[in-house]
């Protein structure tokens, strides 16, 4: 079993950061361009590179489709049998496709708009049958239609893969069931004892050729999801038997939620430190041969686990410097999966992914994990700091598009920095996470929008007057419409998150939710939305004081060889609610409205159970 001791460590070693797979493909993932950017401050050597994309590119490639067609024994599904069918139709396009999704051919757009150049699998299925899809995108729109086209055929091959290859293999995640609040490590132990063909011709080169080029000392994985842990794992087997000396050290989100309860030891078989909340402090220690703080290992001596748990007390602003030199910003590739704005700010464009403020500035509501470092430590930059970051990664990247990943951008900074983005002349894009707070009047959101502010999405949640008060959001229903409603008249673009199934919901207020949120589509307040289940997680105040929500927990069972990850606890409600019977019919109604059918349909129709009759808005707005 790999163990570290601190002590044995020269310094500065050789680092080499790295984004495992999969994660989104459009934009690199910020974590280590951070992280980079503050080590390099330090006079520090050290490298980053994106593995998910490098992997990714390998896939969608002819040598990789290659690999996957000769990987396929039997066909197992019709996604299978028509991908081996058109096999060299696949092979001629694929590099092509990746190419105009790089945004390097655009002229491919006008061929593959006229869907006569890919071969059509499975995905294309709905468009036979409900060609106005195409519609969404105009008489103009050639070239996002192509985009919407070539993801299709991408999704076909990506189901040849799930279906016959790697059944792990999904865009965005990798064996995300397998990690997420699993408290047994078991599965992806095992798991990682059996890589596919994927992880052995494809990622396991990628690996080598950075060990062979940068010659690492020190390895770090950032893991910010569940989807991109196993991959991880994966990539670490590689470097423990190619590079048996090179320190490997895992961090990140998925890290920082999940990992707390830590007991099982065979996770120190992969990696020698797992590192807490901010990277930067321990990184730079561990590098230099420093006494640790916020870093995990394993004893050599005792076999235990060895938890070394202060903080430096430098705040964000010391290391809030990224760099994404060493990520190819041509190499990101854009899709399109389905005609909806607001997906598209997620999965299309280029976007330089920065942060204005560490933590939340409200930090209260009581679903969320506002006991966490990374929410719970509120340290905002200035505007003049922003602004300057801004606009020497916009230099370095040459894209002017940002995308600010705040748990919520506070609403002072966003004004100071849009005067100062103005007073500059600067000519930017960009969008993020808010709190639908009453400071954003319509002269404020003019003002954002002037200063290139595209879009913003924020959480109605329950859209409750009673649940709001409960959750403590801060915010309520009359005030919600105004905010939302100053930023479309602005011409920025608004996505609400929604939830359902919170602790004492009733039918009622759910079906009462939902009609709030019907009204505020047909008074153009938002453009899109997205309902999610609630979920009680440990470091919420819910998962903390059940009591005070009238929740029963049930404690995750503690496996023979230690905890792994703990994050969702199971729990009962006493209400009695049935939320599963709900969930389909207000996804259902929340689809149309984003396409503009049936606002005035009675809320009965999207269901196929009976609902109670929703009260009036101005009822729902004064109890």
Request: hydrophobic content about 40%; charged content about 25%.
């Amino acid at each position: 079993m790999t163990s570290a001791n601190p002590c044995d460590i020269e310094s500065p070693m050789q680092t080499l950061l790295i984004t495992p797979p999969l994660i989104q493909m459009n934009s690199p993932y910020p974590a280590t361009a951070y992280l980079t950017g503050y080590l390099k401050k330090q006079g520090l050597p050290v490298e980053q590179r994106d593995l998910s994309l490098e992997f990714l590119l390998k896939v969608f490639s002819k040598d990789g489709l290659d690999i996957i067609r000769k990987e396929i024994n039997v066909a197992k599904t019709d996604s299978t049998k028509f991908f081996l069918g058109a096999f060299d139709d696949y092979q001629t396009t694929i590099e092509s496709v990746i190419n105009f999704l790089q945004g390097n051919d655009p002229s491919l757009a006008l061929r593959i708009a006229e869907r006569k150049l890919l071969p059509e699998g499975p995905r294309f299925l709905p468009l036979s049958q409900h060609e106005s899809l195409l519609v969404n995108f105009g008489a103009l729109g050639v070239n996002d239609k192509a985009k919407y086209i070539a993801s299709l055929y991408l999704d076909d091959i990506a189901d040849v893969i799930q279906k016959d290859v790697d059944e792990n293999f999904q865009f965005s995640r990798y064996g995300e069931q397998l990690a997420s609040s699993q408290t047994s490590f078991d599965s992806l132990y095992e798991r990682t004892k059996y890589p596919s063909v994927l992880i052995t011709k494809i990622l396991s080169p990628i690996v080598q050729s950075y060990l062979d080029e940068i010659k690492p000392e020190l390895i770090g994985f950032t893991i910010p999801f569940p989807g991109n842990f196993l991959g991880a794992l994966h990539a670490a087997r590689i470097v423990k038997t190619f590079a048996p000396n090179t320190k490997i050290v895992i961090g990140g989100g998925f890290i920082n939620t999940e990992l707390r309860e830590l007991s099982d030891k065979r996770i120190f078989e992969f990696t020698d430190y797992i590192v807490f909340d901010d990277g930067e402090i321990a990184l730079e220690k561990l590098i230099k041969g420093q006494p640790l703080s916020k870093t995990w290992h394993l004893s050599e001596e005792t076999k235990e686990i060895v938890k070394h748990e202060q903080r430096d007390p430098k705040n964000f602003r010391d290391y809030a410097y990224p760099t994404f030199i060493g990520l190819d910003n041509k190499k990101y590739f854009s899709m399109i999966e389905m005609p909806n704005r607001m997906h598209r700010f997620w999965s299309d464009f280029k976007w330089n992914k920065i942060i204005l403020a560490h933590g939340c500035y409200w930090k209260k509501c009581t679903f969320c994990d506002v006991t966490l470092d990374y929410i719970e430590r509120f340290e905002p930059l200035k505007s003049e700091e922003i602004v300057d970051m801004m606009e020497r990664l916009a230099e370095e990247t040459g894209s002017t598009g940002f995308h600010f990943v705040d748990e919520a951008a506070p609403p002072a900074l966003l004004k100071a920095m849009a005067t100062e983005i103005i007073k500059r002349r600067l000519t930017f894009s960009w969008w993020g996470n808010i709190r639908f707070d009453s400071f954003f009047t319509p002269d404020v959101t003019d003002l954002l929008a002037d200063s290139g502010c595209v879009a913003v999405s924020g959480g109605l949640e329950v859209a409750s007057p009673r649940l709001l008060k409960l959750i403590n959001k801060g915010v309520n229903l009359p005030q919600v419409t105004e905010v939302t409603k100053a930023f479309r008249n602005s011409g920025i673009f608004v996505h609400a998150y929604l939830m359902y199934g919170f602790p004492t919901q009733t039918t009622q207020e759910t079906i009462d939710s939902l009609e709030v949120v019907r009204n505020l589509f047909k008074n153009q307040c938002i453009d899109s939305a997205f309902w999610h289940r609630f979920v009680c997680t440990i470091h919420s105040p819910i998962g903390k004081n059940p009591e005070k929500f009238n929740l029963i927990l049930f404690p995750p069972p503690k496996p023979k060889s230690g905890v792994f990850a703990v994050n969702t606890i199971p729990f009962h409600d006493p209400t009695g609610t049935n939320h599963d019977a709900l969930g389909k019919g207000l996804k259902k109604a929340l689809y149309n409205y984003m396409h503009g059918v049936g606002i005035d349909e009675e809320l009965q129709f999207w269901f196929d159970i009976k609902i109670p009759k929703p009260k009036s808005v101005k009822e729902i707005f004064t109890p």
